[in-house]
C-alpha cells in the first residue's frame, strides 16, 4: 500500500528478476490496484514490455516536440527571461549595498534552481495535458499500457524539457554574470534530485486534478507551483518568515534544498541534514501525491470523467 | 487464444448509476466468437456507457462486463492487448504523423512486427499517399482509415466499435464496412458494434441488442427482429422501438 506510482516504477524496471508473464494473474483489490495489477504479454518479460511502453510514450511526446517550435521556444523562453530579470537586479544591488549575499551568487543560483523545480513540474504536468488537448486519453487507456508507466514517461519528459530550458540559461549565467552553476558540484545533483522530485509529487496531484474535473481546471497546472515561491523560501532564509510560518516552510522539501544552497554559496558548507530532510519530505510527498492520484483516477472512472475529457 | 465454452464478450447485470440518475440499469448479453453484435438505441439509450465499461473506462455500479474472460473493471490488463477499439469521438494526436501515431500505439500493444505491419495496414486501408502527413491535416474519410488502422494494428480478437462510420460519406463508410467484413472472416475477431446507420447494422450484425433508456428492450438476428416487428427494415425497427410501439404494431 505504501508504494508510489514512481518508486513502483523503479521497483520494477530495477528488480532482477525477470518473469514472464502470467495470463491468469489475478489483479490487487487494493488501491493501486489499477496501478499495480499483473500483465499479461506472452512470450514477453515484463521489464521489457514495460520499457517499451514507457519508451513509446516519451518516443510520442518527443515527436511533438522536435517538431513544434513554439513549443520549443515555451521551454527556453520563460527561464531566460527570469534569469536576465534577477540577474541584472543583482548586479544592481551588488554595486549599491555590500551585502555578501547578492555579491556570492545566490539569487541567480536560486532563480536556476527555482526554474528546475517549476519547469519540471510543467514539464510533468504539461505531457499529461497534450494527452486532454489531444483528446487521446482514451486510445491510451484502452492499450496495455500501465498508469505507472504513463507517469514514468512523463518523468522522462520533464527531465528532457528541463534539459532543453535549463542548458542554454546555466550557459548565460557563466556569461553575463560569471555564476556557474556546474560549481555545485555534486551537490547540484543531490538539488536537482531532490528538486526534480518535488516537481513530479506537485505535477503528479495536478494531472490528478486535471484528470478528474477536466480541462477546466488547467490552470492549475500552470500556478500550483507559485505557491512554494513564498512558502519555500527560494530567495530568503527561514528565519525571514514569521514564527508560526517556519514550521510550514520546513515541511516543504524545497525548503532545505534552498537553504542547503544557501549554506554552500554563503559559507562554502554543504549541509548533508537538510538533502536528507528534503529527501525524506519528498518521499512522504510523492506518495501522497499517488495515493490522490490513483484516488482521483477511480473517481473518474466512478464518474465518467474519463469520457468527457473537455472543461 | 479464447476459452472454450466462453463467449468473447459476457456482460452480466451491468448497471451504471450517477447519483439518482441510471444510465444502464442490469442488462445482460454476450457475443458468440467471431460474431458482430451491434448496439442500438437513440441517444442516450446507454450505448456509449455500455461501451466503456466494456472497456473499463467507467466502474459499473453493479453487474461485470467480461471481455475473453476478464473483469473489466478489474482485470483488464490481462486482455488489452487482445483486443482495440475504434471511435470517432477519440481522436489520434493530430500534430503527429500517420507513421508516427502508428509507430507509438503498435509499441504500446507490443507488435513485434511493426514496421511489416504498418506497411501491411498501409497497404490494405490505403493509407500509403498520406502516411508522413500530420493526421489532424487529413480529410474525415482519412482519419476513419487511420483510425480503422490503430484499431487493427495488434490484430485483435475483439474489436468494440462506436460508430465506426459516423460522418463518413457513403463510398468511405462501404469501404470501411467491407474491410470490417473482411477482418472479421479473415480473423474470426468478435466485434461489438454500436451504430446508427440501420443498413450498416442489416449489412454487418448477425445479432443486435436494442437499448432504450438504461435497458435492452429487445434481442435477435436483424432478419428476426424484422419479421417479428412486422416491418421491411431494421430501421423502421428502431422507429418503433425508439418510440415506444410494440411488436407488429401500427405506425
Known amino acids: 500500500m505504501g508504494r508510489g506510482p514512481v518508486s513502483g516504477v523503479f521497483l520494477r524496471l530495477f528488480a532482477l528478476r525477470r518473469r514472464v508473464y502470467d495470463h491468469r494473474a489475478a489483479a490487487s483489490p487494493s488501491l493501486f490496484a489499477s496501478l499495480f495489477a499483473a500483465g499479461t ?12 511502453r514507457i519508451f513509446a510514450l516519451v518516443l510520442r511526446y518527443w515527436y511533438l516536440l522536435k ?16 534569469l536576465l530579470m534577477w540577474g541584472f537586479l543583482q548586479a544592481y544591488l551588488a554595486e549599491k549595498t555590500s551585502v555578501t549575499a547578492l555579491a556570492g551568487g545566490a539569487l541567480i543560483g536560486s532563480v536556476l534552481l527555482w526554474d528546475i523545480l517549476l519547469r519540471g513540474q510543467i514539464g510533468f504536468s504539461v505531457s499529461f495535458l497534450e494527452e486532454m488537448w489531444s483528446r487521446n486519453l482514451g486510445n491510451l487507456m484502452m492499450t496495455p499500457l500501465r498508469m505507472y508507466e504513463l507517469l514514468a514517461a512523463l518523468g522522462v519528459m520533464s527531465i528532457i524539457r528541463l534539459l532543453i530550458g535549463l542548458v542554454p540559461v546555466t550557459v548565460m549565467a557563466i556569461v553575463f554574470f560569471g555564476f556557474n552553476l556546474l560549481g ?10 531532490n528538486l526534480i522530485i518535488t516537481s513530479w509529487a506537485v505535477g503528479l496531484f495536478a494531472c490528478g486534478i486535471v484528470l478528474r474535473n ?38 516543504l522539501p524545497p ?15 554543504f549541509d548533508v541534514s537538510e538533502m536528507l530532510w528534503a529527501g525524506g519530505l519528498n518521499l512522504v510527498y510523492l506518495t501522497a501525491a499517488s495515493i490522490a492520484f490513483a484516488a482521483f483516477l477511480r473517481s473518474a472512472r466512478r464518474s465518467g470523467a474519463l469520457l468527457q475529457l473537455g472543461e | 487464444m479464447q476459452q472454450l465454452g466462453v463467449n468473447p464478450i459476457a456482460v452480466t447485470r451491468l448497471g451504471k448509476r450517477y447519483g439518482p440518475v441510471g444510465a444502464v440499469d442490469g442488462i445482460s448479453f454476450s457475443v458468440p ?19 466503456a465499461m466494456l472497456m473499463g473506462l467507467i466502474t459499473p455500479s453493479s453487474g461485470e462486463a467480461r471481455i475473453l ?18 471511435s470517432p469521438y477519440v481522436e489520434m494526436p493530430m500534430r503527429l504523423t500517420v507513421r508516427q501515431n502508428l509507430k507509438v500505439f503498435g509499441r504500446l500493444y507490443g507488435v513485434a512486427d511493426l514496421k511489416d505491419r504498418i506497411d501491411e495496414l498501409a497497404v490494405e486501408l490505403a493509407l500509403q499517399d498520406f502516411l508522413d502527413r500530420p493526421s ?11 483510425a480503422l488502422a490503430k484499431s487493427l494494428i495488434n490484430r485483435p480478437e475483439v474489436l468494440l466499435l462506436d460508430e465506426p462510420t459516423a460522418s463518413l460519406d457513403p463510398d468511405t463508410a462501404d469501404w470501411v464496412r467491407t474491410h470490417l467484413e473482411r477482418y472479421r472472416r479473415e480473423r474470426g475477431a468478435t466485434i461489438l458494434l454500436a451504430s446508427h446507420n440501420m443498413p450498416e447494422v442489416e449489412r454487418l450484425c448477425d445479432d443486435v441488442v436494442m437499448m432504450k433508456g438504461g435497458v435492452i428492450v429487445d434481442q435477435g438476428a436483424p432478419s428476426e427482429l424484422i419479421s417479428r416487428y412486422g416491418r421491411e427494415t431494421m430501421e423502421d425497427v428502431f422507429l418503433d422501438v425508439a418510440r415506444g410501439r410494440r411488436q407488429g404494431e401500427a405506425a
Not at chain 1, 504479454?41 to 517499451?52: C, G, H, V
Not at chain 1, 488547467?218 to 514569521?242: G, M, Q, R
Not at chain 1, 525548503?255 to 558548507?269: Q, Y
Not at chain 2, 474472460?69 to 475504434?86: K, S
Open chain 1, 67 to 82: 517538431d513544434s517550435w513554439p513549443r520549443l521556444l515555451d521551454i527556453v523562453y520563460w527561464p531566460t527571461v527570469e
Open chain 2, 69 to 86: 474472460g476478464a473483469d473489466m473493471a478489474h482485470q483488464r490488463h490481462q486482455v488489452l492487448h487482445r483486443i482495440n477499439f475504434e
Open chain 1, 214 to 251: 477536466g480541462l477546466g481546471a488547467e490552470s492549475f497546472v500552470w500556478s500550483v507551483s507559485f505557491l512554494l515561491l513564498p512558502l519555500a523560501c527560494v530567495y530568503y532564509p527561514v528565519t525571514v518568515l514569521p514564527a508560526w510560518l517556519q514550521p510550514i516552510s520546513l515541511a
Open chain 1, 41 to 52: 504479454l506472452k512470450d514477453d518479460t515484463m521489464l521489457s514490455a514495460s520499457l517499451n
Open chain 2, 33 to 51: 466468437a467471431a460474431s458482430v453484435t451491434g448496439l442500438l438505441g437513440g441517444n442516450g439509450a446507454g450505448k456509449t456507457t455500455t461501451i
Open chain 1, 184 to 193: 555545485m558540484g555534486l551537490a547540484l545533483a543531490a538539488f536537482f534530485a
Open chain 1, 255 to 269: 525548503t532545505h534544498v534552498f537553504e542547503g544552497m544557501r549554506a554552500l554559496i554563503l559559507e562554502n558548507r
Open chain 2, 136 to 146: 489532424g491535416k487529413l480529410s474525415a474519410g482519412q482519419k476513419t482509415r487511420v
